[in-house]
């Protein structure tokens, strides 16, 4: 596998660049090089990957001639704690990082949340430099800066946007990762294509099995095709700051509000909260958002019959939950009001209009939305 | 009293406007409702105004139709740790802010560094006003953005730049403020002066009897001319990002680094650092840093012997120390130098040149520096 692509991400004085090739572990210091007027990194590592990814990566920013010091996190949603925060201002300190120095993350969206939140208010902002190493941080959470850290009550409720110096997506470290990690990933592709870009939807429909095999050009490009995509909201909207009206949210028109990257994630949030979190990975909850989306948009009359028969192969075809997992629909329902209070703002669905456009209706009622949940196979 | 000074700080999307009169907290809650769109508020408040300016501030909000839940700090640096900021967002969580809602601080400057970097983070950034109520505050900490707690091995570490929609500064809450206090407000009133504007230098120095009396009019005009210089400061350098080179500093020139704000405090930090923080006042610390730096630009032909006799002079009529209280040299350069690493980057000294002029050098050696600490009777 040769080539690399580059996704140019415009914002300004904060503008970055992701860049997607297989087997660019070891270029990574030459990179961050270009990047950092500091020789001085923390390189914060997921435990997943301490003995894989992360010594790879410590050892090209050491030959670039950094100082790098790694400190491995564990693994899992609780190391995105105000805890965890501390012991990495603890590190960096430790390491004497100063305002000219870079935090790496390596790993999933897990650590790229952490450490972009400690990078965004250690000397009230350094550097930081994204190495996302599953696809679904690849795809989604390597973008955008979006960082944060949860409170005992809700997740990513303390943050902040910070943009990253530089992305470096490797998809060769997707060959580690378990299939299930993987079609977790694809949710967030196909949730891409349908709300931002028709051909990319169609190019993930028909190269599904090459991705699960992992062929490295397809995956290049499906994450370079899902950031590109990701890109084009989040320059138009940086900080999520567009109303959700003008409702229509298309890939190639203006009012493109950074809450249609929200598509499947309304009952998503809710799917994961009521199975208890971990019990069901992030990705399988917003293919199951995506379903109910389609259904409700189908009902509404937005979007037809083939396009849902559509999007429920594509899923299950990339191995993924297409219905509710046994839930009640009184549960979900709830959860998905606390949510809203605790969001503060309305309950806003992002539905499908056609492939690559999507809507924003506030006006989804509880039956409405029961009969769907109902539908999927939720319980009363 | 009457009347209203305003300063604007023009920073494209984030400018905002310093608002400075007397008698002026019962206006708060209208001026609040004229930028914050939803009517949720959480108003946090120093200890130590707790029983006085708070509850006004509260029915101020409350009359306005902002539902305000007022959370008390206890006074001092303490309070600016990342386990009160932990306090506030379970408060904010408890009331229910939202995106939309706004978190006022009422107090002196660790209220507002704390309440402003819960402000900074808070669902990745909500509003924030500023309600100073001690001259520092009002003068220094509540213009320009910089809000954080402090870090177990350093003041300031953990941060953010979030600027304030509106700043609220109230000169008659300075009528309960110890004397001590107020004359170390003044320490960075002539700070402001002697770094950006001679005539408002050559006021400080001409109504310092009536500053010290309290004089609502000197007062006021003492507040907005050194809002108005800081401002200058902070929208040509809004997250001080500019080199100190070129190096001069000069209130209508171009080259405007926010780092010339820094005068006296090099010293100033170590002065506090080695006598023990709550030992001596920010203030008055500030004031021996500015004698250090008028001598240590009088050793190289920078600045006269009457501007220095004028400083000094200025200083003892505002009660401001001007001597190092018994603290050694060793002492203070081995704090500077322990600065200078965890801060990063080089040890730089602001110096002035003239009444509204200063420049940064880089160069100080050793020796020069204990030559002056030495002369203002620091011990070896």
């Known amino acids: 596998m040769s080539g690399m692509s580059r996704v140019r991400v415009h914002l300004g004085p904060r503008s970055y660049t992701v860049h997607i090739g297989s087997g660019i572990l070891p270029d990574l210091g030459a990179a961050v090089l270009r990047h950092v007027p500091s020789r001085t990194v923390l390189l914060v590592a997921d435990g997943g990957v301490a003995d894989s990814h992360a010594p790879l990566c410590a050892s090209s920013l050491h030959a670039a001639g950094f100082d790098a010091h790694l400190v491995v996190v564990p ?23 100063d305002r000219g120095s870079c935090i790496v993350a390596v790993g ?24 996302p190493t599953t696809l679904l941080a690849q795809i989604d959470s390597s973008v ?6 949860d409170h ?14 530089l992305v470096w997506c490797d998809v060769a470290t997707l060959d580690s990762l378990p299939a299930a990690e993987l079609s977790a990933g694809l949710a967030e592709a196909v949730k891409s294509g ?3 870009d028709a051909s990319y939807y169609a190019f993930i429909r028909r190269r599904a099995a090459a991705l699960l095999a992992r062929d490295p050009a397809a995956l290049r490009r499906a994450v370079s095709g ?18 959700a009206a003008p ?9 493109r509000t950074r809450m249609a990257l929200n598509l499947g994630h309304t009952l998503g949030h809710a799917v994961e909260a ?10 399988e909850a917003v293919a199951i958002g995506m379903v109910a989306a389609g259904r409700l948009a189908l009902g509404r009359g937005l979007w037809s019959a083939r396009w849902q028969a559509g999007l429920e192969g594509t899923l299950a075809a990339l191995r993924l939950p297409g219905r509710l997992p046994g839930l009640s629909a009184r549960d979900l329902q709830a959860a998905m009001r606390l949510d809203k209070k605790a969001a503060g703002g309305r309950l806003r669905y992002v539905l499908p209009v056609r492939p690559g456009e999507v809507t924003v209706a506030d006006d989804v009622g509880e039956e409405e939305l029961r009969a769907v949940l109902l539908g999927l196979g939720a319980s009363a």
């Open 274 to 283: 009521v199975a208890g979190y971990g019990t069901i990975r992030h990705g």
């Open 144 to 149: 955008g800066g979006k960082v944060a850290v």
């Open 247 to 255: 409702a229509r949210a298309r890939a190639g028109g203006r009012a």
């Open 108 to 131: 999933g969206g897990v650590v790229g949340d952490l450490a972009g939140f400690v990078a965004a208010t250690f000397l009230r902002g350094i550097a930081f430099v994204q190495v």
């Open 75 to 97: 693994p899992g949603e609780a190391s995105k704690s105000l805890a965890a925060a501390a012991r990495l201002y603890d590190a960096a300190l430790d390491c004497r990082l």
């Open 152 to 165: 005992p009550r809700g997740k990513n409720l303390i943050g902040a946007f910070h943009q990253p110096r």
């Open 226 to 243: 899902a950031v590109r995509i990701k890109a084009g909201f989040v320059e138009a909207d940086e900080r999520e700051e567009l109303p």
């Open 194 to 196: 349908i709300l931002g």
